[in-house]
């Protein structure tokens, strides 16, 4: 009797001698769960799954299924990593992909507020008073510069038009979101912080 004993779940079965042990349907399941944390992990860059510390097997895997240009060598490849992170404990790995993914989708937000910032910049003179409220540090005449050659920009024919004006005003707004993200996450008060005070 050298098998071992899971603890009791909805979706486990009783062997013929009393054992418990997970469903077909709860290894299948943990099976697709595992490919799919797979296929998040081929979608990082080297640097970022070099500092997750993957074993070399897998490392080695996951650069092959990058190399593969079949779909069929792709699917094949990516069944291949899903078997080898059975092996791995996945929990760390998990962290790991969701904080990845956390980053990325912070820096959409942050390139899509930037494209708001500067859009309504461009179309509204209220914009840089909105602005100068809340980033009160920005430098006011060269905001007034960029907005000015990015209007024209816009307003000459399309044939003429270099996008240069929009494209330094994106980012001048973009550097001074960031300055102000990194400022709350330093821990240094932010402007809400100062009101509050």
Same mark, same amino acid.
């Given at each position: 009797?050298?098998?071992?004993?899971?603890?009791?779940?909805?979706?486990?079965?009783?062997?013929?001698?009393?054992?418990?042990?997970?469903?077909?349907?709860?290894?299948?399941?943990?099976?697709?769960?595992?490919?799919?944390?797979?296929?998040?992990?081929?979608?990082?860059?080297?640097?970022?799954?070099?500092?997750?510390?993957?074993?070399?097997?897998? $490392?080695? /895997?996951? +650069?092959?299924? *990058? =190399?593969?240009?079949?779909?069929?060598?792709?699917?094949? #490849?990516?069944?291949?990593?899903?078997?080898?992170?059975?092996?791995?404990?996945?929990?760390?790995?998990?962290?790991?992909?969701?904080?990845?993914?956390?980053?990325?989708?912070?820096?959409?937000?942050?390139?899509?507020?930037?494209?708001?910032?500067?859009?309504?910049?461009?179309?509204?003179?209220?914009?840089?008073?909105?602005?100068?409220?809340?980033?009160?540090?920005?430098?006011?005449?060269?905001?007034?510069?960029?907005?000015?050659?990015?209007?024209? $920009?816009? /307003?000459? +024919?399309?044939? *003429? =038009?270099?996008?240069?004006?929009?494209?330094?005003?994106? #980012?001048?707004?973009?550097?001074?979101?960031?300055?102000?993200?990194?400022?709350?996450?330093?821990?240094?008060?932010?402007?809400?912080?100062?009101?509050?005070?």
């Amino acid at each position: 009797m050298n098998q071992e004993q899971f603890p009791p779940s909805d979706d486990d079965e009783v062997d013929e001698n009393g054992y418990r042990r997970p469903s077909k349907s709860q290894l299948k399941r943990d099976s697709h769960e595992l490919q799919t944390l797979g296929e998040a992990l081929v979608t990082m860059p080297k640097d970022r799954l070099a500092d997750i510390g993957l074993p070399e097997l897998l $490392d080695d /895997a996951i +650069a092959d299924y *990058k =190399r593969t240009k079949s779909f069929e060598g792709k699917r094949r #490849q990516m069944q291949y990593i899903g078997k080898l992170l059975r092996g791995v404990d996945p929990e760390p790995i998990k962290e790991a992909v969701a904080s990845f993914q956390l980053g990325h989708a912070r820096n959409a937000l942050a390139l899509h507020d930037a494209e708001r910032w500067r859009a309504e910049l461009v179309a509204d003179d209220g914009a840089l008073t909105r602005w100068v409220a809340e980033y009160p540090e920005s430098d006011v005449q060269k905001m007034r510069a960029l907005i000015r050659n990015a209007r024209k $920009d816009a /307003a000459a +024919a399309p044939e *003429k =038009r270099s996008g240069k004006g929009f494209r330094e005003l994106f #980012q001048f707004v973009k550097q001074a979101l960031e300055g102000q993200g990194r400022a709350d996450d330093d821990g240094l008060p932010s402007d809400e912080d100062e009101g509050e005070a």
